[in-house]
């Protein structure tokens, strides 16, 4: 019986040696940067911390919802929107949907 007990102990203990090691290998593959590191398994957390390369920052637009890239977005008080068609059109509708 206390080899069932010793057992299940050293299951857990291997799991979270495992977890551990992962854990460490994530962190150091995440500051060695993309260096052929990536290449082992899929590479799938890349940003760590510090955002990958991305061309542009998106915006969402207020009144659409749609995604664009910020130098092609127009923001008006604090607020952005995919074109100045839309910016207008939220600004010179009565203010009930962002009343929140
Ligand atoms: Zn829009």
Redesign the pocket.
């Known amino acids: 019986m206390r080899q069932i007990v010793l057992l299940i102990l050293l299951f857990i203990v291997g799991q979270w040696l495992v977890k551990a090691l992962r854990r460490h290998d994530a962190q150091r593959t995440g500051a060695r940067g993309a260096d052929g590191a990536g290449a082992a398994n899929g590479g799938a957390r890349s940003s760590n911390g510090q955002q990958p390369q991305l061309a542009e920052p998106m915006i969402r637009?207020?009144?659409?919802?749609?995604h664009?890239p910020k130098s092609d977005s127009v923001s008006v008080a604090g607020q952005a929107?995919?074109?100045a068609a839309?910016a207008q059109r939220h600004g010179a509708r009565p203010s009930g949907r962002d009343a929140r």
Do not use: S
């Not at 637009?61 to 749609?66: D, N, Q």
């Open positions: 637009c207020v009144e659409c919802g749609v664009a929107f995919c074109c839309h």
